[in-house]
């Protein structure tokens, strides 16, 4: 069996969303799941969170930035494609409840995790405070998106280009010396933001959620590939998680298990631009696969 896109478009430069057909795994999903997928019957299996799904119309959506090899090659396929795996849903999912306010965080491409959440809570009922941040204007996604799941939206630029200058933690450090009550915060981005707000929050008694993003081979709890250490304990990402207590995470342990195949990487990365070029001659523009 092979999974049908049905759309795919760049959103900002190198974050695409791509739509695909896959009834059963739309049926199943809830909010912070993820799906494995694998282009071709060689390809590297990576772990991508459901951005959104369709019952109706049996897809799921994922929003994906281009890191390396395979993230570069999904980049690459059209409507025309098809995806040889794409497993799921995976993971546990949110414990989505009626709580009061929440404050959801999302960085880069974080935001796109965060977006089925602001859904989930504000469907509970909960009034949701969102602040949501990309290095410049041009790299946010899912503003409107964002406006209409949000009671309030925060937005913040690292470059000053749009809304806050600075960074999603000086907004969530304003909230908390604020006087409205915050009953919790999520907060999904790349690792060094995770442990930012974590640091944030720790003076203060609010509960705090991080979505952990670990390398993963099988999802499935087997090859221990994703272990984190939380509050010094060994946990599965992909089957206990991948959502933690932000104070227990050691995040110094995740990023520094995150750069271990960096060499290989790096070389997989070159051997197919350069594998890609010497096949059609395109040269530094080439957008084949
Ligand atoms: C549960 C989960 C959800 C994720 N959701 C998203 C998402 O919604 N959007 C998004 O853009 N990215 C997401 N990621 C990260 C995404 O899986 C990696 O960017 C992707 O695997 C990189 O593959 P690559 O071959 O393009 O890059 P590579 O060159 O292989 O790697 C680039 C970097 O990506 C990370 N990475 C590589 N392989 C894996 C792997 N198998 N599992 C996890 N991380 C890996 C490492 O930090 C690595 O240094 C998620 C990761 C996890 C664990
Ligand atoms: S990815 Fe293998 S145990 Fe989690």
Do not use: W
């Amino acid at each position: 069996m092979t999974y049908n896109i049905l759309e795919k478009y760049e959103m900002v430069p190198t974050v695409h969303l791509m739509k695909i057909q896959a009834p059963d795994v739309a049926k199943a999903t809830k909010a912070s799941q993820f799906i494995i997928l694998r282009i071709d019957e060689t390809g590297e299996r990576i772990p991508l969170t459901i951005a959104d799904f369709d019952v109706v119309e049996g897809s799921v959506t994922i929003i994906f930035q281009e890191m390396g090899k395979t993230t570069k090659y999904l980049a690459k396929l059209t409507t025309d494609d098809t995806l040889q795996d794409f497993v799921g849903p995976l993971g546990c999912p949110s414990e989505i409840e009626k709580l009061g306010t929440i404050v959801l965080v999302g960085g880069g491409v974080g935001v796109a995790p965060i977006y089925p959440q602001a859904k989930a809570y504000r469907k509970a009922g909960n009034k949701v405070i969102s602040i949501i941040g990309a290095r410049s204007k041009n790299l946010l996604i899912l503003e409107d998106e964002m406006r209409t799941q949000s009671d309030e939206v925060y937005i913040t630029t690292d470059d000053g280009s749009k809304g806050h200058h600075g960074f999603v933690t000086d907004i969530v450090q304003n909230l908390l010396e604020g006087d409205e009550v915050i009953n919790r915060i999520v907060a999904i981005g790349p690792p060094v933001m995770m442990r930012a707000v974590a640091g944030v929050v720790e003076p203060f008694d609010v509960e705090t959620l991080v979505s952990l993003n670990p390398i993963m081979v099988d999802g499935t709890g087997m090859c221990g590939g994703c272990r984190v250490s939380i509050g010094g304990e060994t946990k599965f990402a992909c089957v206990d998680g991948p959502e933690f207590d932000a104070r227990k995470v050691d995040f110094n342990l995740m990023m520094s298990r995150l750069g271990l195949y960096r060499s290989e990487e790096s070389e997989a990365v070159e051997h197919y631009e350069s594998e890609c070029k010497s096949k059609t001659g395109c040269g530094d523009e080439c957008t084949c696969h």
